[in-house]
């Protein structure tokens, strides 16, 4: 039979991330908050909101470029340009249900408009000024806007 191993949260932090949400889970459910690794704890959450506006951020910039793509080449859209823009939206949808994220694309739809053009200019070869110099769209917009048919 194996022997529990007494780990200091801040050392199993370090060594077993997983373990370590487990133990504060337990703890923050037994309202010992005074046993919780709160350095640790504060560093995990912020990263925790860093990736989810990461995510929010790209999958504009991923969705954006599509729709660059579906409105200025026509006759080369495909139907994995459509289910890619159905897909970020369906992502972005599920996202937007948290106000702070859904405030956070607002804050940086210009920013992701601008690399998604890049982008689309790099992907179809076009001139970057083939492309509306400021953003076109709202956020509703981006996130609902029927495509033109095929």
Known sequence: MSELVKVPLSELYELDETAWLEQMSRLAGQRRFNKMDHEHLSEYLSDMARRDKREVWSRLVILMKHLLKWHYQPKK?????????????????????????????????????????ERAARETGLAKAKFPAELPWTLDQVLHQELDAE
């Open 77 to 117: 859209r495909t139907k994995s340009w459509r289910n890619t823009i159905h897909e970020q939206r369906s992502e972005l949808s599920f996202d937007m249900k948290s106000g702070s994220l859904r405030r956070h694309a607002g804050e940086v739809l210009g920013e992701a408009y601008a690399e998604a053009v």
